[in-house]
Nanobody, 125 residues
Framework: QVQLVESGGGLVQPGGSLRLSCAASGFILDYYAIGWFRQAPGKQREGVSCISGRGGSSYYRDSVKGRFTISRDNAKNTVYLQMNSLKPEDTAVYYC??????????????????WGQGTQVTVSS
């Protein structure tokens, strides 16, 4: 059975860093892209980043470009999101999702068939 489990969230001050992990099981990671999403209080879930099955291509929403880096280690069944220079507006629950395909093609929910439970990231002074 497919399972995705996020970890690494927490409380940090503005300008700080966190690394989120998405531990995956139940599928061959090489074959599937993985995306990171977030949902802030009172807002819709939004796509943050996506990485192709073998890590050859990655994508970011404009507001996190230059600050966040997505990566994956398929041998460890894990996808990461390194978040630097964090801002209060980054506060949200962060989720990883499995794309139905090898390559990323937007953040539409129809592209994703499994989700983790989420990990809370709070950026506050």
């Amino acid at each position: 059975q497919v399972q995705l489990v996020e970890s690494g969230g927490g409380l940090v001050q503005p300008g700080g860093s966190l690394r989120l992990s998405c531990a995956a099981s139940g599928f061959i990671l090489d074959y599937y892209a993985i995306g990171w999403f977030r949902q802030a209080p009172g807002k819709q879930r939004e796509g943050v980043s996506c990485i192709s099955g073998r890590g050859g291509s990655s994508y970011y929403r404009d507001s996190v470009k230059g600050r966040f880096t997505i990566s994956r280690d398929n041998a460890k069944n894990t996808v990461y999101l390194q978040m630097n220079s964090l801002k209060p507006e980054d506060t949200a629950v962060y989720y990883c999702g499995k794309v139905k395909y090898t390559y990323c093609s937007g953040y539409g929910p129809h592209q994703y068939d499994y989700w983790g439970q989420g990990t809370q990231v709070t950026v506050s002074s």
